[in-house]
């Protein structure tokens, strides 16, 4: 298959008539080769963030200084505080999470800390579960710019701020309202990296196709035999999971599921993975960890991902109907028993023809995952029944 290159443009007026782009607008919209202003502004933010140094967040009303709770040790803790003094510091949440501490919003929350808490308490107040909120908080109806900067970044959804100070000024500062555009900027900055031929042991002729976007993604189109791109592709979008794909993780269905989609691809003559890294929902693969330890708890998959504050599922599939639009693919039959990637990438521009049901075999470690993906989460997932049966009469023997 012949890979078309440029196609920016198209993929950018396309995005706007579905009003997947925001417009170029004010400062955001400045832009040079080097990306806009708005993009540089967040990437320097999400440096900080990920290496857990402070950084500036201005508001219309406000410039406040934040720091990241993940990792968040005493140490740093009273570090922040001495950096931010005489001001009280703050906790910004997000509804998911003000909700499971019992507070009604829709938007988020911010939490006045007392001067003596510390990291192991600020630690339970944003994603433990029974955590009790004790403290004077002020809700807002819309969602926190600062939450979705720590996501970007894979943190856990909530940071300390304060009030900026001239004493900060050396710190990056990033508009708030460039959050929000941000993952538009990613999506539009994909572009083919490297590829080559990679046979795979169920399906010889294969090529990796690597993409890699602004922020240094690479997800990966796996092409298997040749498609014909002038009817509807077979095709998996598969989010990343190390414990499955990788390492065979009998707590989930990924590794069967991603082994399946190649054969059946294969067996139909062609068409294409999309290996996308949105690892854990998107919530990350630390995050997924955490999620993990709240199930072993009792949890289930659902609960757990919205008990660390995050939705139940983080993901978006603009960046794989831009994949498929940079290879050619406008129609699709899709490999997935999960609704809302069926909906998003037809929202994203992309023809999704038939739903093609990918059913992985059901064991004792992964049959209460795959009951809340059913009943909580909508999968489609009707053979369960009789394989739930099944693996009640012989739990390890369901292959
Ligand atoms: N947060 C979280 N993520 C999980 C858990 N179990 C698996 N995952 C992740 O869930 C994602 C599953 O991705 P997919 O198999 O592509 O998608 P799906 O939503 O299951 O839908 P299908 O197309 O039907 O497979 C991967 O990113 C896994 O890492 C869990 O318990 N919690
Ligand atoms: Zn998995």
């Given at each position: 298959m012949k890979a078309k290159t440029a196609v920016g443009s198209q993929w950018a007026s396309l995005g706007q008539r579905r009003g997947w782009f925001p417009m170029q607008n004010g400062n955001g919209g400045a832009s040079s080769l080097f990306g806009s202003k708005a993009a540089i502004e967040v990437e320097r933010a999400l440096t900080e963030v990920?290496?857990?140094?402070?950084?500036?967040?201005?508001?219309?009303?406000?410039?406040?200084?934040?720091?990241?709770?993940?990792?968040?040790?005493?140490?740093?803790?009273?570090?922040?505080?001495?950096?931010?003094?005489?001001?009280?510091?703050?906790?910004?949440?997000?509804?998911?999470?003000?909700?499971?501490?019992?507070?009604?919003?829709?938007?988020?929350?911010?939490?006045?800390?007392?001067?003596?808490?510390?990291?192991?308490?600020?630690?339970?107040?944003?994603?433990?579960?029974?955590?009790?909120?004790?403290?004077?908080?002020v809700v807002s109806s819309e969602p926190s710019a600062i939450v979705a900067l720590m996501k970007l970044a894979q943190k856990l959804p909530a940071a300390l701020v304060a009030p900026a100070s001239s004493k900060h000024d050396t710190l990056p500062a990033l508009n708030a309202d460039e959050v929000a555009t941000y993952k538009y900027e990613l999506v539009e900055s994909l572009a083919i990296a490297g590829e080559a031929r990679v046979p795979l042991a169920n399906a010889q002729l294969t090529r990796f196709v690597v993409f890699r976007d602004a922020a240094g993604n690479n997800p990966v189109a796996v092409v298997i035999g040749n498609p014909d791109t002038t009817t509807a592709v077979p095709v998996r979008i598969h989010s990343s999971c190390l414990t499955g794909d990788v390492f065979g993780s009998r707590r989930c269905d990924c590794g069967d599921q991603l082994q399946l989609a190649i054969s059946r691809i294969e067996a139909t003559g062609g068409g294409v993975v999309l290996y996308m890294p949105q690892e854990g929902r998107g919530l990350g693969l630390v995050n997924k960890m955490h999620a993990y330890e709240l199930q072993d708890d009792g949890l289930d998959t659902v609960d757990a991902n919205t008990m660390l504050g995050f939705e139940d599922d983080e993901r978006d599939y603009g960046g794989a109907a831009r994949m498929l639009e940079i290879l050619g693919i406008s129609h699709v039959d899709l490999m997935t028993n999960n609704p809302t990637k069926l909906r998003g990438l037809a929202d994203a521009g992309i023809t999704v023809g038939c739903r093609m049901p990918i059913e992985a075999p059901v064991n004792s470690d992964n049959r209460r995952y795959l009951t809340a993906k059913a009943k909580r989460a909508g999968h489609q997932l009707d053979y369960l029944v009789n394989a739930l049966h099944a693996t009640q009469r012989a739990p390890e023997r369901v292959r």
């Open positions: 990920r290496a857990g140094r402070p950084m500036r967040m201005v508001s219309r009303t406000t410039t406040e200084t934040v720091l990241s709770v993940d990792g968040l040790d005493d140490a740093r803790l009273r570090e922040f505080a001495a950096l931010c003094t005489p001001s009280p510091l703050k906790l910004v949440i997000s509804a998911t999470r003000a909700q499971a501490l019992g507070v009604d919003t829709d938007g988020s929350a911010t939490i006045t800390l007392s001067s003596t808490i510390n990291a192991s308490q600020i630690h339970t107040l944003v994603a433990e579960q029974g955590a009790r909120l004790t403290l004077p908080v």
